[in-house]
């Protein structure tokens, strides 16, 4: 079965290079470019294999978009990364790891590194 990704980023460059790096891959991919937008999405289908937030976005940030599926029964085993330009200490790590984050891959990416990087998250 192909593997699904949501990819949510309020920058449409980043959503469709993303898009067509992980369909080219052989990914079924939707996009998002918020938080309210994502949850739309997921509550109509949650059949991604993993979700990659942006963690700074307008409006709910990528940190309140995961914790809100983090709180929802259907949703919260979803498996979800964040990609994004912040720089994590260890405190902010910490944190990610609390909303069990599986990984975080910083911008500008590197197209191998992040397809490789997905590929080990989805299994």
């Not at 980043?14 to 939707?30: A, M």
Request: charged share 35%.
């Amino acid at each position: 079965m192909t593997k699904g990704i949501l990819v949510v980023d309020d920058e449409e460059d980043i959503r469709d290079s993303v898009k067509t790096l992980f369909e080219s891959e052989g990914f079924r991919v939707e996009t998002a470019s918020n938080g309210p937008e994502a949850l739309k999405i997921l509550k109509g289908n949650a059949d991604f294999d993993l979700i990659l937030i942006d963690f700074f976005m307008p409006g709910v940030s990528g940190r309140e978009l995961l914790k809100k599926i983090r709180e929802d029964s259907k949703l919260k085993e979803l498996k979800c990364a964040f990609l994004t330009v912040a720089e994590f200490s260890g405190r902010g790590i910490d944190e990610l790891k609390k909303l069990h984050s599986l990984d975080y891959i910083k911008k500008p990416f590197d197209s191998e590194d992040l397809v490789g990087r997905v590929k080990k998250m989805v299994g």
